[in-house]
């Protein structure tokens, strides 16, 4: 008997995410803005609140699943994750938009309780999507996206760990490394440049936008 090999996994790439965002109402703008520029899971999603919430930094301390609420699946996983600017100013027109509340669940839609991440992805984002062109790859497609993009930018492999909040159990020394956090916050601010160039280029499409699509599109022949 063989065993089941794993599926294809599937990441947004920051074009992409820029598109998605461009096109979503505020809440779930505001959720795929999480999940995609700090990389919370799911469950991380549900559980956040507004006292959790700095203005440079998102701090994990609980996870909700159906009405179950636990703190983050790992002692790595209960960190704070940065907010670059990009992210910081959609929460911030998001929670003026809410009342601009000091405490409470921060993603909710109106009675206070956590909203169901799942459904709003099945119900709203699919079918923004649709209208698109991209296919729906769930939440986690997001966490990816947000590795790969680091990965891009040059970031190196314990900083993505760090960002991600992930835990390697297999090498338990990793667990107590800690990355420097000037060199967190350089990685993330090369997603922020990132994604000003990719908003400049498409105010102006010219030689900008052809360059940047000519080097991500384009590759020279093997020789």
Same mark, same amino acid.
């Given at each position: ?7 294809? #996994? ?21 959720? +795929? ?17 507004? #006292? ?52 409470? +669940? +921060? ?19 699919? =079918? ?77 499409? #010219?030689?900008?936008? #052809? ?10 022949? =093997?020789?």
């Amino acid at each position: 008997m063989h065993a089941k090999e794993p599926g294809e #996994t599937h990441a947004y790439d920051l074009v992409q995410v820029l598109q998605i965002l461009e096109r979503l109402p505020l809440l779930e703008k505001s959720l +795929v803005a999480a999940a995609a520029l700090a990389g919370l899971r799911q469950r991380e999603l549900r559980g956040l609140e507004w #006292t959790d919430y700095t203005g440079t930094e998102l701090v994990v301390k609980r996870s909700i699943w159906m009405s179950v609420v636990n703190p983050p699946k790992t002692r790595a996983s209960r960190n704070s994750a940065p907010v670059i600017p990009a992210l910081a100013e959609i929460l911030n027109e998001y929670r003026k938009s809410m009342g601009s509340p000091e405490a409470g +669940v +921060v993603f909710h839609s109106g009675d206070g309780l956590p909203i169901c991440v799942d459904k709003v992805g099945r119900r709203v984002i699919r =079918r923004v999507l649709e209208t698109t062109g991209l296919p729906w790859y769930g939440w986690h497609a997001f966490r990816r996206g947000l590795a790969s993009n680091l990965y891009e930018i040059g970031a190196q492999d314990k900083v993505v760990q760090r960002i991600l909040r992930h835990s390697k159990p297999h090498v338990t020394r990793e667990r107590y490394i800690k990355v420097f956090d000037r060199t967190v916050l350089d990685a993330v601010d090369k997603v922020q440049a990132r994604i000003e160039e990719l908003r400049q280029a498409k105010k102006r499409p #010219t030689a900008a936008g #052809t360059e940047i699509w000519r080097r991500r599109n384009c590759r020279e022949p =093997r020789r």
